[in-house]
């Protein structure tokens, strides 16, 4: 009789020694025999493979504070000593598969960074986020899953993601960023890894966006823009860490002083004589150069500039929506010149053309600081 225990073979052998009432036990490394040998299979046969266990692991979101239901909502998956099989997750965790609560439906996810052998994030899409405990699965080891949904429909709720371990724009807009005198700025971040830059006179390192509308806020239109970020020191330049502007219409995100975050909105235009700006600019204390959160909701058709920091709404302003049109190129680290950059660390840049609200931003900012995600014992199926 034979049996599969933790990639071994383990035959006990009916002998002699059985009728006198004990067992010999024969232990025996089980054999690809696609590889030449000719071990047994997992069902006693001769000359097959033994199939990988298949494991799932259950992850709850406790959205109980959701003062209404969401669409397109994406949660962060930490994988790191918690007991999930890295072995059976295949390589950058090409094998790992989530699913809805019923253990049928596929889910979108997105790999930013797989590691085997320390934490790995991933980002998965809950069609529907409702107010209460939303449950999803982590399933591995599974040689007949389907085969995985694009990464990119992870982000159906943004039109540009950028991770930022790279240029790239993780979305479905293919939004890729260039980077500007930018050498050696992959560093660790907040989430995998994030770009570093530096708060240089003159021209400044930043990464350049393409020229396309999605970045800028049209008239009676709505934008979101986020970023987790941390300083370096508290240096008194005006460090932006996102900027879009032409003839003093646009948008921005910067530090005024060393303890004033600004998000400013710009409508009317400088070139002609005559704009008008919107500043939310709530104090933060942050002598400890901690990571934030910091997200920018636009709404020139309800003429409200809102920033929330670390999920909660800091400051609102009033914008003035005169039918201007915004013009230029997204800019990272720096102003819409190519300068007065930023002195830190900018990890997940997000652009979205909704006017995200609150419950959905505080959810957000919980989830990717894990309050409100618990993980499960992974469990053989």
């Not at 000719?38 to 990988?52: D, L």
């Not at 021209?203 to 008239?219: E, G």
């Not at 990272?332 to 931003?361: K, M, N, Q």
């Amino acid at each position: 009789m034979t049996h599969l225990v933790r990639g071994l073979l383990v035959t006990v052998v009916a002998s002699a020694v059985a009728a006198s009432g004990g067992c010999v036990f024969e232990l025996g490394e089980v054999v690809d025999s696609a590889a030449g040998g000719g071990g047994a299979s997992s069902s006693g046969g001769q000359g097959g493979m033994v199939e990988p266990m298949r494991q799932r692991t259950r992850i709850e979101i406790d959205a109980s504070a959701l003062a209404s239901t969401h669409d397109d909502f994406p949660v962060l998956v930490v994988v790191d000593s918690n007991g999930v099989d890295h072995a059976q997750a295949g390589a950058n965790g090409s094998g790992v598969r989530f699913y809805a609560e019923d253990g049928t439906t596929l889910l979108a996810h997105d790999v930013e960074q797989w590691s085997a052998g320390g934490t790995s994030y991933v980002w998965v899409k809950l069609p529907t986020v409702t107010a209460g405990v939303n449950a999803i699965w982590l399933v591995v080891g599974d040689v007949d899953a389907p085969t995985a949904l694009p990464p990119e429909g992870t982000w159906s709720a943004y039109a540009a993601v950028y991770h930022l371990g790279d240029r790239s724009d993780a979305g479905a807009g293919s939004l890729d960023g260039t980077a500007v005198s930018l050498s050696d700025a992959v560093v660790p971040g907040r989430f995998g890894d994030a770009h570093r830059f530096e708060a240089v006179g003159g021209p400044t390192p930043h990464i350049n966006l393409p020229d396309d509308p999605v970045f800028r806020v049209p008239p009676g239109g709505v934008r979101s823009a986020e970023v987790w970020f941390r300083r370096s020191s508290p240096s008194d330049n005006l460090g932006f860490l996102l900027s879009l502007e032409g003839c003093c219409v646009g948008w921005g995100l910067r530090w005024v002083g060393s303890d004033l975050l600004r998000g400013q909105v710009g409508t009317g235009n400088c070139c002609t004589g005559a704009s008008s700006y919107s500043f939310a600019q709530p104090p933060i204390s942050d002598r400890g150069y901690e990571w934030h959160h910091v997200v920018m909701v636009m709404n020139r058709g309800a003429g409200t500039n809102e920033l929330f920091v670390d999920g909660v709404l800091a400051d609102s302003q009033p914008i003035v929506d005169d039918g201007s049109t915004m013009q230029g190129t997204l800019h990272i680290g720096s102003d819409f010149e190519g300068r007065d950059g930023f002195d830190g660390t900018l990890d997940e840049v997000r652009i979205s053309t909704r006017a995200l609200p609150p419950d959905w931003i505080a959810l957000q900012h919980a989830v990717m600081t894990g309050t409100v995600v618990s993980v499960a014992t992974p469990e053989a199926f």
